[in-house]
């Protein structure tokens, strides 16, 4: 008979483990890192205040809101555009993000193959594309948001995993991606990031980005003033309403009166309601680390400085900032009750705490590091994990909406597909099987609820099992909404 496990020994070294991860945390700041900058955050601009006219109002001052009117303006200087801001650019998911600019579309190469293979190749090219678009944006406008195409490595730290990026490099050749994609062993793979968590990793060498998400934000807030957008901050709209003339939307102080209106507030309620069920507020929470010394940075290596992931249900996202900190974010997604949005869910402490000791447990040599920033937020996703996109009101009313994370890249690409929706024309873009159809949309409550709770139980549960899916998720993957990112 094999003697009873040591429980006090077990529950000591797990009481120091959450004691570690409790000192980390200390002195954190409860604000987004980005956004926690006076001497880069520009000066809010006035609210709306009486009437104005206008041939496009954009809704929502986030990623979306600002690209669609910035090339507005690049396809027809004369156009007169408004954007409308509930309270200042940026300020939601756009400045608290983790700051990966990813190419793709569809929420990573797995989830585009499986959903729409015969477009996968025009999809990653027309992604590809777009990336290439922000960067030469970036540097036309002169944004100052460190922008370094370093790629992304996905990692494997089960060994189920391993077998599954292997399968994915082997794919990607298939479709002639091969010079983008690297398969990594675990020798390779720890000379990039050193990591015993680490046991391969697939590297996308040129589809990502890194940059810093508020001045980005920022960035292309100066860039529309400049090129003619009137902007009001602190400016909710508070309906939508069209006649024969024209959509009318109200504000507190004032109205608009437009041609036409491109909604870009994502996991905010669509001021069309028919949208609502097909959107899904969710939390992520994210911490930022203490600047590295040359100690530290030397023991962990990065000198690609590429963004990582690692491939659980329940997923980290790391990289470096430009000042050497580390960003660790991920891990936990909540849904509240109701699809309720509050900035009391911006604070999640049993989160961050286990944000902290997962951090510890992957870089074991950075212990005693501090964090100086912890904070949450609330993002859009919906049954497929990509964008959707529509219109209505005859036309005049265009939406996209569901990015789920990876907004900061494909928001550009949302915005070319409203304003060829809004134009009327026919475009490679709105050709697109992802343009023209949308997901399946959420149940009710309480079944939504339910479903999501379980759907996250059944998540954890194949984390645990070697990524063995249940009858669940096995389900929910034949209904068209497989929860597998």
């Given amino acids: 008979m094999s003697a009873p496990p040591d429980r006090s020994r077990s529950g000591s070294a797990d009481g120091e483990r959450e004691a570690e991860a409790a000192r980390a945390?200390?002195?954190?700041?409860?604000?987004?890192?980005?956004?926690?900058?006076?001497?880069?955050?520009?000066?809010?601009?006035?609210?709306?205040?009486?009437?104005?006219?206008?041939?496009?109002?954009?809704?929502?001052?986030?990623?979306?809101?600002?690209?669609?009117?910035?090339?507005?303006?690049?396809?027809?200087?004369s156009r007169d555009v408004v954007l409308l801001e509930g309270k200042e650019t940026g300020w939601a998911a756009s400045g608290r993000n983790g700051g990966f600019c990813d190419a793709s579309l569809t929420h990573g190469f797995a989830n585009g193959l499986a959903?729409?293979?015969?477009?996968?190749?025009?999809?990653e090219r027309l992604g590809l594309a777009n990336l290439d678009a922000i960067?030469?944006?970036?540097?036309?406008?002169?944004?100052?948001?460190?922008?370094?195409?370093?790629?992304?490595?996905?990692?494997?730290?089960?060994?189920?995993?391993?077998?599954?990026?292997?399968?994915?490099?082997?794919?990607?050749?298939?479709?002639?991606?091969?010079?983008?994609?690297?398969?990594?062993?675990?020798?390779?793979?720890?000379?990039?990031?050193?990591?015993?968590?680490?046991?391969?990793?697939?590297?996308?060498?040129?589809?990502?980005?890194?940059?810093?998400?508020?001045?980005?934000?920022?960035?292309l807030k100066r860039a529309c003033v400049e090129a003619g957008v009137r902007i009001y901050e602190y400016t909710p709209v508070r309906g939508l309403s069209a006649d024969d003339d024209a959509v009318t939307m109200g504000t507190p102080y004032g109205r608009v009166r437009t041609q036409q209106v491109a909604l870009a507030t994502n996991a905010f309620p669509s001021l069309l309601r028919r949208l609502?069920?097909?959107?899904?507020?969710?939390?992520?929470?994210?911490?930022?680390?203490?600047?590295?010394?040359?100690?530290?940075?030397?023991?962990?290596?990065?000198?690609?400085?590429?963004?990582?992931?690692?491939?659980?249900n329940h997923f980290h996202y790391f990289r470096l900032t430009a000042?050497?900190?580390?960003?660790?974010?991920?891990?936990?997604?909540?849904?509240?009750?109701?699809?309720?949005?509050?900035?009391?869910?911006?604070?999640?402490?049993?989160?961050?705490?286990?944000?902290?000791?997962?951090?510890?447990?992957?870089?074991?040599?950075?212990?005693?590091?501090?964090?100086?920033?912890?904070?949450?937020?609330?993002?859009?996703?919906?049954?497929?994990?990509?964008?959707?996109?529509?219109?209505?009101?005859?036309g005049r009313v265009a939406y996209a909406a569901g990015y789920t994370g990876l907004g900061v890249g494909a928001t550009r690409f949302g915005a070319e597909v409203m304003l060829d929706l809004l134009s009327g024309d026919s475009t490679e873009r709105t050709a697109l099987t992802l343009v023209r159809k949308k997901p399946l949309p959420f149940p009710p409550e309480p079944v939504r609820w339910a479903g999501i709770a379980l759907t996250q139980w059944s998540l954890s549960r194949a984390d645990a099992r070697g990524g063995r899916r249940n009858l669940w998720l096995k389900a929910m993957d034949a209904a068209g909404m497989g929860f597998d990112s």
């Fill in 25 to 77: 945390l200390a002195g954190a700041r409860p604000v987004p890192f980005w956004l926690d900058d006076p001497e880069r955050r520009p000066a809010a601009l006035p609210s709306l205040a009486g009437e104005t006219r206008c041939d496009l109002a954009v809704v929502g001052g986030g990623y979306s809101g600002l690209w669609t009117a910035l090339i507005a303006k690049e396809r027809d200087p």
């Fill in 276 to 312: 609502r069920p097909y959107i899904v507020p969710v939390y992520d929470y994210a911490l930022m680390t203490e600047p590295l010394d040359e100690r530290q940075r030397a023991e962990i290596g990065w000198e690609g400085r590429q963004g990582l992931a690692d491939s659980a």
């Fill in 323 to 394: 000042d050497d900190r580390i960003l660790w974010g991920g891990y936990d997604v909540l849904y509240h009750y109701g699809s309720r949005i509050a900035a009391e869910f911006d604070q999640r402490p049993e989160t961050f705490r286990t944000l902290a000791g997962h951090f510890f447990d992957t870089f074991p040599q950075l212990r005693g590091l501090r964090f100086t920033h912890a904070w949450g937020g609330v993002i859009d996703t919906c049954s497929r994990f990509s964008p959707f996109f529509g219109t209505a009101h005859r």
């Fill in 115 to 123: 959903r729409w293979p015969d477009e996968i190749e025009k999809l």
């Fill in 135 to 219: 960067e030469g944006a970036v540097r036309r406008h002169g944004i100052d948001c460190d922008f370094e195409r370093t790629g992304e490595i996905e990692l494997a730290t089960q060994p189920h995993q391993v077998a599954e990026l292997r399968e994915a490099a082997a794919q990607a050749r298939r479709h002639g991606f091969a010079d983008r994609v690297t398969f990594l062993d675990g020798a390779a793979v720890r000379e990039q990031v050193d990591s015993p968590s680490f046991l391969a990793g697939l590297w996308f060498r040129q589809s990502v980005a890194m940059l810093n998400p508020a001045k980005l934000a920022w960035g």
